[in-house]
């Protein structure tokens, strides 16, 4: 293993937030992206020196984003690469089979573009976020994404159609880490409000939540709880936890562990039959921890000469058929570990005068390069068979495609292959205070009782597919009227069905819907927000009492469609608050706008149920 810090202006000197290698399909060209405080993203050439030392060559430099970028991730194929910035958006960006560079002079300076090697264009703009993006992880195929934000919330998002899936709304403070299951069953976010949130991908609902872990044993009388993860006061943006590549656990950083008087930092492993708890923990004795990526390669259990001369594996703490080796990043170093033994196998440290922001492997495991906050970048590099001999066939893994239709329809389809992990508590849990402790004899520790049971919806409009309702402004009156009986506010949605059938192809560019769903194929489904909402969902397709046709039907051009927004209660300016000077000063980032003019509106935030009207993709 060899270290090299590149004497490179990564980003104009400013701090480097994040980067990450392309997979291609090749496997002959190391593309490295990075993003940085200047607002811009860069492409690197990373190659193999002489002296078995990278070699960092630019490629490009993508300026589209009007702040800081915290994130920079390519999709599994390699072909996008999304980017998230303290903007609130997400780009995704692409290679441009042309060599003409992209026309956007306003965006970049001419030398910048006269230096690109290569001409790289957004191809779809991801918008739904209100706050700074932190975090993004792909599915394992591509099509999915999920994101984590300073406002609070993560977002699922359908990448092919550009729609959200949902909004996850349940952390009470900035999502600073998110990652998809590989075999694409559950979503695991972690947030500096303290708790680690695993979430179906199938229903959308929370699976498990991980936050507090008691010090001692029934049997040993006094028992504490504890929590499980650091609060604000980290000297880090980013808790970016990650999956293994075949799914079997979840590592996740930022954790504090309770010794004595005495608070160890560490992180979490979790097996995937009992996310509730962990089952072991790696301590960092220093600095809190912050990133952990999984190398991509699969590796050979490592083996010894018996005394007859015979090959023999050595014995696997996971009990695993291969290994698998993960990075995982404190403030000021790296730890290298791989899956068959309990201490890490490498350190690195003292490389970088900042925090460290982010880490990343190559396709196939020669660089694991790291980022800091400092506006350097580092990189390890490592010699053929020096992390082991490579499987040579990889475990084939079953993968679970997300429903990505509403999330009121086809909830029964395929609720076997998704267990929940609540079902499956680990009967295995040894007690996170023993430093490097993955031993058997150690007694399990429980959680406490967070997890909510697994919620059962509703589904009043599961069973048939009615054809999208419009609604009228006539039909706006009409529930707007006070002294309407409650027997004809449901059929009132009923009376403009022959406007909406006799023209369902030819939806109006000013139709605003309120869903970004992606179940209908014609037109997205409006469902207004009104008190009155679960009375129409449900007699939707139930004959009532109907009013004249005449009074309803408006003759002439296709009816507008109108969406319902509920009136804030209260002023846009409650939504953003400075963050602290822990968090934002310390690296001169720029602070949310305070001026409430530029604010979006209270009805822009919303629940998970109602996504917001305005999210939409913007074709570049």
């Not at 991730?73 to 072909?79: A, H, I, Y």
């Not at 909402?533 to 003759?555: D, F, Y």
């Amino acid at each position: 293993m060899k270290v090299v810090t590149c004497e490179i202006a990564w980003h104009n000197k400013e701090p480097v937030y994040s980067l990450d290698f392309q997979h291609s399909c090749d496997g002959r060209t190391h593309r490295l992206a990075t993003a940085g405080v200047d607002t811009t993203v860069r492409l690197w050439r990373v190659d193999m020196g002489p002296d078995g030392k990278a070699v960092v060559e630019f490629l490009s430099n993508l300026a589209r984003h009007t702040k800081a970028v915290n994130v920079v991730r390519f999709s599994p194929n390699g072909e996008l690469l999304a980017s998230g910035g303290d903007d609130a958006a997400i780009l995704l960006w692409k290679l441009n089979d042309s060599k003409e560079p992209e026309q956007v002079p306003v965006f970049q300076e001419d030398e910048d573009a006269q230096l690109n090697k290569e001409s790289w264009s957004v191809v779809k703009t991801l918008r739904g976020h209100i706050e700074d993006v932190y975090d993004i992880s792909w599915t394992r195929d591509g099509n999915f994404m999920v994101s984590g934000s300073v406002d609070n919330t993560a977002i699922m998002w359908d990448i092919n159609k550009g729609q959200k899936l949902c909004m996850l709304n349940d952390h009470k403070s900035y999502v600073q880490g998110v990652t998809w299951d590989p075999l694409g069953q559950y979503v695991a976010t972690l947030s500096c409000d303290r708790v680690m949130r695993v979430y179906s991908t199938h229903t959308k609902k929370k699976a498990c939540c991980i936050s507090k872990m008691s010090s001692g044993t029934p049997a040993e009388g006094e028992v504490k709880q504890y929590r499980m993860f650091h609060d604000d006061s980290m000297r880090s943006f980013f808790r970016r936890l990650s999956f293994t590549p075949d799914g079997s656990f979840l590592l996740a950083p930022a954790g504090c562990v309770e010794v004595g008087e005495n608070i160890m930092n560490t992180t979490y492993i979790f097996s995937r039959k009992g996310l509730k708890r962990p089952i072991a923990h790696l301590p960092c004795p220093s600095k809190a921890t912050l990133a952990v990526r999984c190398c991509p390669v699969y590796f050979e259990l490592r083996t010894k000469k018996g005394e007859d001369g015979s090959v023999q594996a050595l014995p696997s703490v996971f009990q695993l058929p291969y290994r698998m080796v993960f990075a995982v990043a404190s403030e000021d170093s790296i730890f290298l570990y791989d899956t068959q033994q309990t201490l890490p196998f490498g350190l690195v440290s003292n490389i970088h005068y900042h925090t460290l922001s982010d880490l990343t492997w190559s396709r196939d495991g020669s660089f694991l390069a790291v980022s800091s906050t400092d506006g350097y970048c580092s990189f390890l590099s490592f010699s053929p068979g020096e992390l082991g001999t490579p499987l040579k066939e990889p475990p084939t893994l079953e993968v679970f495609v997300p429903n990505s239709g509403v999330e009121k329809k086809g909830k029964k389809t395929s609720a076997g292959r998704t267990s929940s992990p609540v079902s499956q508590p680990s009967s295995s849990a040894p007690t996170p205070t023993t430093q490097t402790s993955l031993g058997k004899d150690a007694s399990p520790v429980p959680l406490s009782s967070v997890t909510p049971p697994e919620e059962k919806k509703s589904t009043p409009s599961a069973k048939s597919k009615p054809q999208p309702r419009r609604i009228t402004l006539n039909t706006l009156e009409g529930w707007g009227k006070p002294t309407t009986p409650k027997a004809t506010a449901p059929s009132a949605p009923q009376t403009p069905t022959s406007g909406s059938t006799s023209a369902p192809s030819t939806p109006e560019p000013r139709a605003a819907p309120l869903t970004s769903s992606n179940s209908s194929k014609t037109q997205p489904r409006i469902i207004p927000l009104t008190p009155s909402t679960p009375k129409v969902l449900n007699s939707a397709n139930t004959p009532g009492p109907t009013t004249p046709k005449g009074t309803t039907t408006p003759k002439g051009p296709t009816p507008r469609r109108v969406s319902l927004t509920p009136v804030a209660s209260r002023s846009a300016c409650s939504l953003f608050r400075t963050p602290s000077s822990t968090e934002k000063a310390k690296h001169e980032r720029p602070s949310p706008p305070s001026d409430p003019v530029c604010q979006p509106p209270e009805c822009k935030r919303p629940k998970t149920s109602d996504p917001p009207a305005n999210d939409s993709v913007t074709q570049a």
